[in-house]
């Protein structure tokens, strides 16, 4: 990151300083960051803000959270096919109705993501890109979960086939320390341990604007270049679509990652 962030600032002749603070998002402390005073600052989160929702949730979801997922459930569950679990698993589909679903009340920032998106507010970012996984993986009912992390890691692992060998070493530790910790979390935690609960765009437009942001439309320039990033990669099965002013990632029709640009609101 500091490398390639240094050689564009090279290329556009800007000062530029790399000051990495390793630390969980939701106890970071934005005066570490060493902002000065008149400079125009631009914040970038790539697929960390879903975090601060482990806590948010907890009061509204209460009534409709699954119980616990015990060990020795989770290794009875690796034991079977995903066909004899749906057959054998009692489930309980909680559907809300798109009235509670969007309602101002389960969107609303609070308290982790409050406080956070509150102190970005204070130091008064240009602009802020949020990149966030487009799939729901942070339902109340385990079953919800599941499916939507099968067809959302179906379609990643087969992006990942099509266009990365097996034999490096990364990719191995990218399906293993990446992809698989994100799956256990999805599907074997709760609670605050539960920290994997990726939504989708509609959703984090309401809550964003709710906290007081306003969308930036990305520019035709800017999704021009993406488009010839793809091209010249010569990656066949990615798309890219434009979803209410925000940029969508696709593999073949299935959406996996959305980018949109945001600007707090005087």
Partial sequence: MALRLTEEAEKLDIPFQFNPIVCKLEDLDLESLRVKTGEALAVSSVLQLHSLLATDDEVPRRNFNSPPVSKTRVLQMTQRTFGEWLEKEPVHIYNPSSDIASSPSSLAPAP???????????????????????????????????IEALNFYAALFDC???????????RQKVE????GEEIKNIIACEGGERKERHEKLEKWILRLELAGFGRVPLSYHGMLQ??????????????????NGCLVMCWQERPLYSISAWRFRR
Avoid: C, W
């Fill in 112 to 146: 982790k993501m409050g406080s956070f998106l509150a102190a970005l507010r204070a130091l008064s970012p240009k602009v802020m890109v949020v990149t966030e996984q487009e799939s729901n993986h942070n339902g109340p009912t385990l079953m919800e979960r599941v």
């Fill in 160 to 170: 990942l086939e099509s266009s990365v060998s097996r034999a490096p070493i990364e």
């Fill in 176 to 179: 293993k320390m990446l992809f």
């Fill in 226 to 243: 993406a488009g010839r990033l793809l091209q010249t990669n010569n990656y066949d099965g990615y798309k890219m679509k434009e979803e």
